[in-house]
Structure formats: C-alpha cells, structure tokens
C-alpha cells in the first residue's frame, strides 16, 4: 500500500473527514465561507466524459496532498455539466440553470476551468485545464493568490487617498485580476467612476457602454423571437429589413451590432445568397473583431468564400 492509499484507510478507520469541504452550490458556500474564513473553488466540470476534467478532480482536488496544503483555506463547490442522462436527470433544472448562468459570466470555453473566489465571493483568478500532478497544481494555485495579494495591496493604499490617485490605486488592484474577474467589482468600479471625475481612466465611458449593451441586447432578443420559425423568403427578408432598421440604434454597443449582422449573415445563407451571406458576416466580424463570438464569424465567412469559389469554378 502506498502513502496515499494508507493515508486514505486511516482517515476512515479514524472517521476523520477531509479538511477542504465540498459545498453543495455557490449559495450554501457563499452563506458559510466568510465565517470559515475560506476561498471558494467553483470547479467548472464534466466528471463523465472529460479526461482532464476527471484527473483534477479524483488525483488532484481530492488528493490528501492538496487536503493537506489548501485544506483550512479553501472549499470547493462543483458545478458539474454531465453528458450522462441519469447524471444530468439528477440534477433539478433551476440548478443546472444557475450553473450555466456562471458559465457564461466566467466566459468559460473549455473544461476543466477554475474559478477561485474570496470569502466574500469576489473572483480573483481563472485557472483553465488541470496539470499532471497535486505538486504542480498547487504552484498554479500560489501564483494564483498572488494575484489577490496584489489586489489586497492596492485596495489598501487606495484607502489612504482620494480623487484622481485614489481612483488609480483601485484601477491598479482591478489590474492585477483576469479581465473577465473584473466586472464583478462593481462598488470598485462605482467609486474609481466617482473620484476620476474627468474620466482619465475611462470607466465612466465603459460604465455607459455596458449599460447600453445590457438595453440594447434586451431589445435585440425582443426583435429575433419574432423570427423563430419562420424560413419563408418573404419572411427571411423580412428579419433582414427589420434587423437593417434595427441597426440605425443610436450608439449601438458594437457587440450588439455585430449580432444582429450575423443574424443577417444567417439570413442570407437561409436565401443561399452566399456573396451577402459571406458580406454581412465579415461586418459582423469587423463590429467587434475581440469579441468571443469573432473567430466563428471569421472562420464562416472563410469558408463559404472557398464554397462559393469552387461553385465558381464548375
């Protein structure tokens, strides 16, 4: 027997239990971390059919090494995303809902990814795939918290200042985090947006812009319910026009925009009209080109462009 096997048997002859706890959601976490003074852990996973996502969990996550390392300072919740019927009936849908709510606010596009959390529930850092040992995860794990240490930090001298250099202490500290942790600081973002009243470091401007995506984006879904499951020319060129109109919104965030150019995109792809297919989704692309959503419209309208030119040389 082993280190880590004997180090398993005696844990349960003893009835000890693992030292890192397992909370059943991010709510039950959130209600009992800051008395337990822990981080969360939100593990992003598919624990019956991604490889990697299953080394993290059964040879890392739940390995008496990193127990031992992290056990008093962390707890894990699992949000799982099973492929597994029996699996994926088990879990109740407002729960599977509220998982894919935090997939999308973490951007997460492949699995395993980690979010790691404050005890106040505040996102510091993206760890993305697993590592080949407990060992090496760990060391991805410490230069993780270095990020928050450094938040810390300028959060604290930030309190010591006022107007434009306290604004810039708080930008500094938003700086030390993955961009997509950054939006959840909202009171941070709110007070650099109060004290940089001339806007040098231009939140106040991305402040508007994320209001006008949140209205415009709503308005956006109003209008493309009324298309769903109409395929008639007609009534394709109809989305086509009321989408052109739609487009004359004054200061259209350009992520907005550049859906709604897809939608035409896809549109005339419906008409087989490949020349304004491929057009509408190079203006997409073009709207908002560091978008998640600009790679695919790239790569499309690449490849109806070598369709339409082999169609061209028959």
């Not at 700086?175 to 950054?182: D, F, M, N, S």
Request: glycine fraction near 4%.
């Amino acid at each position: 027997m082993n280190i880590k096997h004997a180090f398993i048997a005696l844990l349960a002859a003893t009835g000890c239990a693992w030292a890192v706890p397992h909370y059943e959601n991010l709510d039950k976490a959130l209600a009992q971390a800051p008395a337990e003074n822990r981080s969360i852990l939100l593990d992003f996973t598919g624990t019956d059919w991604c490889p990697a996502c299953i080394h993290l969990s059964n040879k890392i996550l739940n390995s008496p090494e990193f127990d031992a390392a992290v056990g008093s300072r962390y707890g894990i919740v699992t949000l799982d995303f099973p492929r597994t019927k029996k699996l994926l009936d088990a879990i109740p849908p407002q729960e599977m809902k509220a998982r894919e709510r935090l997939l999308n606010e973490y951007r997460v596009q492949g699995l395993p990814t980690v979010v790691l959390l404050d005890s106040a529930g505040l996102p510091y850092a993206v760890l993305v795939g697993s590592a080949e040992n407990t060992e090496q995860y760990l060391a991805r794990l410490k230069e993780a918290e270095a990020a928050r240490t450094a938040r810390d930090a300028a959060f604290a001298e930030a309190a010591t200042l006022s107007g434009e250099a306290k604004a810039r202490a708080l930008h500094k500290g938003l700086q030390a985090l993955p961009e997509v942790c950054r939006p959840k600081y909202t009171s941070v973002i709110e007070e650099i947006c109060k004290s940089d009243t001339e806007d040098t470091l231009g939140y106040i401007k991305s402040a508007r812009m994320a209001k006008l995506y949140v209205e415009q984006f709503e308005a956006f879904q109003q209008l493309t319910a009324t298309f769903v499951g109409k395929f008639d020319a007609p009534e394709l060129k109809d989305s086509i026009a009321k989408c052109e109109e739609f487009l004359k919104t004054p200061e259209l965030h350009p992520e907005v925009a550049q859906m709604c150019l897809g939608c035409m995109a896809d549109a005339y792809a419906l008409l087989h009209d490949l020349p304004n297919s491929i057009k509408y989704s190079r203006r997409a692309y073009e709207a908002a080109p560091n978008s998640r959503a600009a790679h695919r419209l790239r790569t499309n309208a690449e490849f109806q462009e070598k369709i339409l030119k082999e169609q061209s040389g028959k």
